[in-house]
């Protein structure tokens, strides 16, 4: 039995510290007690720590699965140079050969080894499983354990194996440590690691240094960005994109702008990476633009800015991310940039995913669109996403805190929101409230016969902006909860009974607005729509009809959106029609589009419905200019990367803007790239798939297609297709 003194003792001796932080004590004690353990605490808060001295301590090694060889270097190399000992800390990866390997496992056997880290693909190796089973074991270390949940920010499936091969090599405690993990996410960890009963270390989420910032993401955001690294110069920062190339494409950007800026992704080579890690922390480089692939267990204090160029799919890895500033409790700015066209990019990269983690998927983005779209403390929102109770109304650290806000008085649609619940059992989401609510026969809302339901449409008359960050808000103040089994289904708090029978004040602020800074206009705002279903599956059937008649895919009549926004705006002269995402001249000059706007004109004479007099128009002269640019360019034969380069776009951007002249009426012939770059056969597959699909969707393309068809190539004919078929 280690005596308190001992262990403070073995805490200066080993690290230096005269103090534990926090649960750090309690937590070691738990283990050396041989008892499972599960450690919730965000960066910073000195998680390894948790496991690295109790190994020191315990007779035997401590096995541990930690997801990133850069982080097991990183600690193994602080470990070894705790002591005089050599090989006190060792790591098997894809990175050793077959030599190094075996002077690890000498190290072992000899018992010189305290701390092994392992990747848990290297785990699960027939020939490491049957060298461990030989090994005495003190216990097993399951590091950043949310990449064994689906509900995780980073799910890794080979997480999922961690406890049938400990069952192999024979069982010892299990210490899961993580720094992000909600509700569900906390279950599903202790559920596959086999630890249900495991004692329960949660810190504080809080981080009272970092401020929070979320910003529209315009065509700008370079410059913001450039602007924000000059004001803060020779600050470390960390800049976080989805993709690969556009982490090359910034990097260069603040390299042509004179900042020390590295690229830091998965493509690069490892010695590449290596070096560009060791030169941040040394700080040979103040910016590192990354992909996820790089921060975790990156001992780093004093990173002063995190900016995520793009919104992440998830508020854990958004959490996770931000945590890398102010490590040292300094100064920690943390930016988003936001645009919808995003969170629908992310959506659509779904697709073809099996159901269940396409509903996963877009629950997290959900939750995601709901932090950078409201405009209530984004402390308070974080907090409550993990469950935890934040007690101040104004954190005075986030741009919404440091904003003046207009509350509106919402104590009367709160009672109807609650009493709408009530009503259809609280078995639903909150996008399905919402639609009960408001009136919309949505076909899942018809199916189960709520819109024959007394309250359903019962808050009709408000404005349709208030539903979202009402039921938010209801959430944060613990009117509402949600079902933690069953993700995402809301239910009704004592608290929330109690206000449906004695209504009290409920103040909200509305969502912000976050427009984008082009002509696209998002086929649904994720919080309101006036799509009118009735017109709408009119407008389809007709386009059915059309799509017989010309013996065409109904989606080259017009597209989805087109229709869905049809059946919003009402347009009902053709040039109103024009207004409409999706249709130029090219499609007011075919012979259906005045059957479409006749249709909408007599629906609308006959339900006597009062259209808005400003329909949305897009006047957006630069990318007008653009758009004329690129069809001259096309005119002449040149060839489609040239003309990328030479307007400074990318080649997708470039297939982007190309594709929306197509889709809203323009032919353009690009014979002459395609007989250029492709095989001829592939072309001539690649059409005649879109000739007999239903769907114009590249996803669906790819999957039927298979992998000998690039998305490049498929989008290419795809927009032969629909210039020659449409146009």
């Known amino acids: 039995m280690i005596t308190k003194e001992e262990l403070s003792t073995a805490l200066k001796k080993y690290f230096g510290f005269d103090t534990f932080k926090g649960d750090q004590e309690a937590v070691i004690r738990n283990v050396l007690d041989g008892n499972d353990t599960f450690v919730l605490m965000p960066t910073g808060s000195g998680k390894s720590l948790c496991y690295q001295l109790p190994s020191l301590l315990m007779e035997g090694t401590a096995i541990v699965v930690s997801p990133l060889i850069a982080l097991m270097k990183n600690q193994v190399d602080v470990i070894n140079g705790l002591s005089d000992v050599p090989g006190l800390a060792h790591y098997i990866n894809s990175s050793l050969n077959k030599t190094a390997i075996e002077e690890v496992k000498a190290d072992i056997v000899e018992g010189r080894t305290k701390l092994l880290y392992v990747a848990p693909e290297s785990l699960t190796k027939d020939e490491n499983v049957e060298f461990l089973q030989s090994v005495k074991i003190s216990f097993y270390a399951v590091d950043e354990a949310h990449c064994i949940s689906e509900w995780g920010h980073d799910f890794r499936p080979e997480y999922r194996r961690i406890r049938p091969i400990v069952n192999?090599?024979?069982?010892?405690?299990?210490?899961?440590?993580?720094?992000?993990?909600?509700?569900?996410?906390?279950?599903?960890?202790?559920?596959?690691?086999?630890?249900?009963?495991?004692?329960e270390f949660k810190s504080s989420f809080n981080r009272p240094n970092l401020y929070y910032e979320v910003r529209a993401k315009t065509k700008d955001v370079d410059k913001d960005i450039i602007k924000f690294i000059k004001q803060h110069s020779g600050k470390s920062g960390i800049i976080y994109c989805l993709s690969r190339k556009?982490?090359?494409?910034?990097?260069?950007?603040?390299?042509?702008?004179?900042?020390?800026?590295?690229a830091y992704h998965a493509g690069l080579d490892s010695a590449k990476r290596s070096q560009t890690q060791d030169d941040f922390l040394m700080e040979r480089i103040d910016v590192i633009v990354a992909t996820i692939a790089f921060g975790m267990g990156i001992d780093k204090p004093d990173v002063r800015f995190v900016i995520h160029y793009d919104i992440p799919k998830s508020l854990e890895g958004y959490y996770q991310e931000t945590g890398r500033a102010g490590r040292d409790g300094g100064e920690g700015i943390c930016?988003?940039?936001?645009?919808?066209?995003?969170?629908?990019?992310?959506?659509?990269?779904?697709?073809?995913?099996?159901?269940?983690?396409?509903?996963?998927?877009?629950?997290?983005?959900?939750?995601?669109?709901?932090?950078?779209?409201?405009?209530v403390c984004r402390r308070k929102m974080l907090l409550h996403y993990f469950g935890e109770v934040y007690d101040r109304d104004n954190c005075g650290n986030c741009d919404n805190c440091l904003a003046p806000k207009t509350y509106i008085e919402a104590k009367k649609q709160l009672v109807m929101t609650l009493q709408a619940i009530v009503a259809i059992k609280e078995n639903f989401r909150s996008d399905y409230v919402e639609d009960f609510i408001v009136g919309r026969e949505t076909d899942e809302i018809v199916a189960h016969k709520h819109h024959e339901l007394e309250l359903f449409g019962c808050g009709a008359d408000e404005n349709e902006k208030i539903w979202n960050p009402l039921i938010r808000q209801a959430l944060i103040a613990g009117y509402l909860k949600k079902d933690v089994d069953n993700y995402g289904l809301l239910k009704i708090t004592p608290d929330g009974k109690k206000f449906i029978k004695a209504p009290k004040s409920f103040k909200i602020v509305e969502n912000k607005d976050f427009p984008d800074d082009d002509e696209y206009v998002p086929e649904h705002d994720g919080t309101t729509s006036a799509l009118d279903p009735t017109l709408n599956a009119m407008l389809r059937d007709l386009r059915k009809k059309w799509a017989r008649k010309l013996e065409r895919p109904p989606y080259v009549i017009f597209q989805d959106v087109s229709l869905e926004q049809m059946a919003t705006d009402y347009p009902v002269t053709l040039e109103e029609l024009k207004n409409i995402q999706g249709v130029g001249e090219g499609k007011i000059r075919q012979s259906y589009a005045k059957e479409f706007v006749d249709l909408i004109k007599k629906y609308c004479d006959e339900n006597d419905i009062i259209r808005q007099a400003d329909l949305r128009v897009r006047t957006v002269a630069k990318k007008s200019v653009l758009k004329v640019k690129i069809i001259q360019s096309i005119d002449r034969q040149v060839a489609l990367d040239d003309i990328a380069e030479a307007q400074g776009i990318d080649f997708e951007t470039l297939l982007d803007e190309v594709e929306a002249i197509v889709y809203s009426g323009t032919k353009l012939n690009i014979d002459y790239f395609l007989d250029e770059v492709m095989d001829e056969d592939h072309v001539d597959d690649i059409y005649d798939y879109f000739t007999e699909s239903e769907t114009d969707s590249i996803e669906a393309a790819i999957k039927e297609l298979g992998s000998d068809y690039s998305e490049d190539e498929i989008r290419l004919v795809r927009i032969k297709f629909i210039s020659e078929m449409a146009n």
């Open 246 to 262: 556009k982490v090359e494409e910034l990097a260069a950007v603040l390299q042509a702008n004179d900042i020390k800026a590295e």
């Open 168 to 199: 192999v090599i024979g069982n010892a405690p299990i210490i899961a440590l993580t720094a992000t993990a909600t509700d569900k996410v906390r279950t599903d960890i202790k559920k596959n690691l086999g630890i249900v009963d495991a004692k």
């Open 335 to 375: 930016i988003a940039f936001y645009a919808y066209k995003d969170l629908q990019k992310l959506d659509k990269f779904m697709e073809g995913k099996p159901v269940a983690e396409q509903d996963i998927g877009r629950q997290l983005l959900q939750e995601t669109a709901a932090y950078a779209e409201t405009s």
